[in-house]
């Protein structure tokens, strides 16, 4: 296992100057992945097929090996059912992209950094949003619990059109973030704004016990009515709900506020380039849960899901 010291400035990411030589040397960049347990099968003695004959180096291709038994002589690359299969780009470079993938760098800079094509870092940006997206489950999107606050709000994303007059084209996303020590979130886009969209929304991503804070937007105006299916539960209502009205005041009298989840819109906002065509937003949004959940080990649990998401 490596040991790597840590920026300080960038809590959870090692410095470039540690990572720098996984980036150039692709015999090195395959020895670390191979180290945190990634291309695990390279260290086996049997062919994983037949069970028969030695997995042996394959002469002239140099990740590949090749089972020794005649009847079989089946060819198995390390890269095998993992994050970096199929792919002509050297797992030195995909490394770098997926490093700075977690700095978060424009796509601009990746270019000058990697020497790659804008389509090639696009395109893995987006397979990096795929895999985050899949090392999360369902309980990294729920929320809240008995006496936590959770703020709710939906918002638009999307710019008007040709910035001209007050036609705005885009998408809805509705979330929720918890005041508690994890500071867990949720966001998911949806169709429209009505109650019955929302309030299944908030039975799937907000446990019972929690209590809403929202602003007056009518289709919340019974989520203190919502009740429990759990006959085990010693309550029949889910959630306690508070509201400030936003025309007059941006914290009611009782401290009942959003703006946690409104800081969340603006750095959701800054991320998300106003132009989605090319990028899928559903991974967007996971992507910004995985980065909550893991903003103090980032490079930690990138190597994480490398290793645990099979393809």
């Not at 090195?28 to 347990?37: D, I, Q, R, W, Y």
């Not at 140099?62 to 994050?83: A, E, G, P, V």
């Not at 019955?196 to 009515?225: M, V």
């Amino acid at each position: 296992m490596h040991k790597y010291r840590f920026d300080n400035r960038t809590i959870g990411i090692p410095t470039y100057e540690i990572l720098s030589r996984f980036f150039i040397d692709e015999d090195a960049a395959v020895e670390l992945l191979t180290s945190e347990g990634i291309f695990s099968f390279r260290n086996y003695l049997d062919c994983p097929d037949c069970h028969a004959g030695e997995l042996r180096d394959k002469p002239g291709k140099k990740w590949i090996k090749r089972c020794s038994n005649y009847k079989c002589r089946k060819s198995l690359s390390i890269f095998q059912n993992t994050f970096f299969q199929n792919t002509k780009i050297p797992v030195n470079k995909l490394l770098e992209i997926g490093y700075l993938f977690l700095l978060q760098l424009p796509w601009s800079q990746m270019v000058i950094f990697t020497g790659l094509s804008e389509e090639t870092i696009t395109n893995w940006l987006g397979f990096y949003r795929q895999l985050v997206s899949l090392a999360l489950d369902d309980t990294d999107t729920q929320i809240g619990g008995e006496g936590i606050v959770v703020e709710i709000d939906e918002t638009k994303f999307g710019k008007r059109k040709y910035n001209r007059g007050h036609r705005v084209e885009g998408f809805w996303v509705f979330g929720g973030v918890e005041r508690a020590q994890e500071r867990k979130f949720f966001a998911t886009r949806v169709p429209d704004r009505s109650r019955q969209t929302l309030e299944n929304l908030i039975t799937r991503f907000i446990k019972p016990g929690s209590i809403i804070h929202s602003d007056c937007w009518k289709a919340y105006n019974e989520l203190d009515r919502i009740e429990l299916q759990d006959e085990n539960q010693d309550y029949n209502i889910a959630y306690q709900h508070k509201t400030v009205n936003h025309s007059t005041e941006f914290v009611a009298k009782d401290g009942t506020h959003t703006n946690s989840i409104e800081a969340t819109w603006w750095a959701l906002k800054r991320y998300i380039p106003k132009k989605c065509d090319n990028i899928d937003i559903d991974e967007c949004l996971l992507e910004h849960v995985w980065r909550r959940k893991n903003h103090n080990n980032l490079w930690k649990m990138l190597l994480v899901a490398f290793r645990n998401i099979r393809y």
